[in-house]
């Protein structure tokens, strides 16, 4: 699986960002997409829900906001426990 994807900004520029975990939740038709800018040193994680082409699109609810909260919080710890 490639490890990056491609965003436009608000300023039309291309930027290459490094997907850090994608999931399906159980019973979900919807699949997400985390990542991150590997040019910015502790930035921000992103979420999108994407499709099968890869096309990202936003999360709109807070249920969904909440849900990808706790997979990111579940592999943080994950990745902690390994160290």
């Known amino acids: 699986m490639d490890k990056?994807?491609?965003?436009?900004?608000?300023?039309?520029v291309e930027k290459e960002m490094e997907i850090l975990l994608t999931f399906e939740p159980?019973?979900?038709?919807k699949k997400y997409?985390?990542?991150y800018d590997p040019?910015?040193?502790?930035?921000?994680v992103f979420?999108?829900?994407y499709d099968d082409e890869g096309h990202l699109f936003p999360i709109e609810t807070q249920e969904e906001w909440d849900m990808v909260e706790e997979v990111l919080n579940a592999f943080n710890e994950d990745e902690e426990d390994e160290e």
């Not at 040019?39 to 921000?44: F, Q, R, S, T």
């Open 39 to 44: 040019e910015v040193e502790d930035g921000d």
């Open 4 to 12: 990056k994807l491609y965003i436009t900004d608000e300023n039309g």
């Open 26 to 29: 159980d019973g979900s038709t």
């Open 47 to 49: 979420a999108s829900i």
């Open 33 to 35: 997409v985390l990542y």
